[in-house]
Every structure is written in C-alpha cells, then in structure tokens.
C-alpha cells in the first residue's frame, strides 16, 4: 500500500492549510489513520489520529485548531490547519494501518508516506 500526501505549503502565521493523504494499492482495509510531524532537530511526533469510525485523537498543540477527517470511500486522510503558528513549521507525515495483498499473500502494515513541508513564517 502507498500513501501519497499533499498540500504543504508556506504561510503566515494566523493562516491555514489543508493536507491530504491518499492510499493507494491493493487496499483490503484500513484502520487508524494518522499525521505525524517533525521538525528540524526533533523527533517525529504525533499530531492527530482517526480511527476507521471516525474517533479523533490529537497532541495537546493541536487541539482547537487542527482538525482530522477521513473519507473511507477514497482510503484519503485529511488534517485541515487552522491559526498557524511559526513552531508548526514541520514535515508532516501521513501514516496509515493497513491490510493489503500482495500476490495472494495478506499483508498487515503501517505505512507512511513521502511527507510534505509546511512552513509558517511569522
């Protein structure tokens, strides 16, 4: 399974940005999906989660103003971002539970994507 995301971008502080993550393969199911980030000399943290019915998760400095979304038809995961602030500069990862198979064989993973640059200038 490959997931594919986008979105980044640059933006001042106050603005907003949507990502997307779409997976994309021989997709049995999918469980938890997730967006991770890290940011230059710290380590990958976890911004916000959403289980396959729609129960949400997210890291303390996410909360109010990030917002998780899935559409289960499309296997895509959403984080729409809202009042940046220049320390959620990051790359940020999509990340999915999956369950694919591969020539006959079934194949339970977690797989991340490429990741996308989100800078926010102040």
């Known amino acids: 399974v490959q997931l594919q995301a986008s979105g980044g971008g640059s933006v001042q502080a106050g603005g907003s940005l949507r990502l997307s993550c779409a997976a994309s393969?021989?997709?049995?199911?999918?469980?938890?999906m997730a967006w991770y980030r890290q940011a230059p000399g710290n380590q990958r943290e976890l911004v916000a989660s959403?289980?396959?019915?729609?129960?949400?998760n997210y890291a303390d400095s996410a909360k109010g103003r990030f917002a998780i979304s899935r559409d289960n038809a499309k296997h895509t995961v959403y984080l729409q971002m809202n009042s940046l602030k220049p320390e959620d500069t990051a790359v940020y990862y999509c990340?999915?539970?999956?369950?694919?198979?591969?020539?006959?064989?079934?194949?339970?993973?977690?797989?991340w994507g490429q990741g996308t640059l989100v800078t926010v200038s102040s």
């Open positions: 990340s999915a539970e999956t369950l694919g198979s591969f020539g006959g064989t079934v194949v339970a993973a977690r797989d």
């Open positions: 393969g021989s997709i049995l199911r999918i469980d938890d």
């Open positions: 959403i289980t396959s019915g729609g129960s949400t």
